[in-house]
């Protein structure tokens, strides 16, 4: 099946800095890729949809400057977390949806995700 | 507004005996029915999806759901509960129009030897 991969799976960093953290689709082209972020014992929510070669479109509440995305190729989109601060430690998610997938919309790919915590 | 209403967020079963755990579902059309499973730390793992077609859907791990229009659910059984089934399952919702999927609550599957 197809393979999303995140890195790195932890980050630990300090209070005032960036962190970025990769989603890349493995064996598949991925013309849109999602972020959700995850606190303990919660579902995951929507943060951004990311498409290839445009801007992110974020969900309401979620602050664009803070959580900047980039999707520069069919294989990669980035989460940088910037000014990282205790409250945004989280479990960050990726999925990607699959191109060849075709009218199986929704069909998501999902990442083993990335444990930020901030300290 | 899609929505999704997971109902019990502990469920505990015996091993070997049926699991149940509810979903229902709210949306304006036609809706793409998904169950996804979290072990500790890790992503989600698709155990199945509804989209068109049969209403009874066979995932992995021996589960299946069925998607019920009337009563708006799309409940996940499995008829023996294995340990390793212990997990936390989601029960999702996309539009066929729309890439986004909203995700329920979760409800975190307990196994009792």
């Known amino acids: 099946g197809a393979v999303v991969s995140q890195h790195p799976s932890r980050v630990i960093c300090k209070s005032g800095t960036s962190v970025k953290i990769e989603c890349r689709s493995l064996?598949?082209?991925?013309?849109?890729m999602f972020w959700y972020r995850q606190f303990p014992k919660q579902s995951l929510m929507l943060m951004a949809t990311s498409n290839e070669g445009s801007k992110a479109t974020y969900e309401q509440g979620v602050e664009k400057d803070k959580f900047l995305i980039n999707h520069a190729s069919l294989t990669l989109s980035t989460l940088t977390v910037t000014s990282a601060h205790p409250e945004d430690s989280s479990f960050y998610i990726c999925s990607a949806r699959d191109l060849a997938s075709g009218g199986a919309k929704g069909e998501q790919y999902f990442g083993p995700g990335t444990r930020l915590t901030v300290t | 507004a899609q929505s999704v209403t997971q109902l019990g967020s502990h469920v505990s079963v015996s091993e070997g005996a049926l699991v149940l755990l509810r979903c229902n579902y709210s949306?304006?059309?036609?809706?793409?029915l998904f169950w996804y499973v979290q072990y500790p730390n890790q992503g989600l793992q698709l155990l199945l999806k509804y989209t068109t077609g049969a209403t009874l859907v066979k995932g992995i791990n021996g589960f299946e759901a069925e998607f019920k229009k009337s009563e708006t659910s799309f409940h996940l059984t499995k008829p023996s509960a294995h340990m390793s089934d212990a997990a936390e399952y989601f029960c999702a919702v996309s539009e066929w129009r729309d890439d986004k999927i909203i995700f329920g609550k979760g409800t975190r599957l307990h196994i009792l030897p």
């Open positions: 949306s304006s059309v036609p809706p793409y």
């Open positions: 064996d598949f082209q991925a013309t849109t």
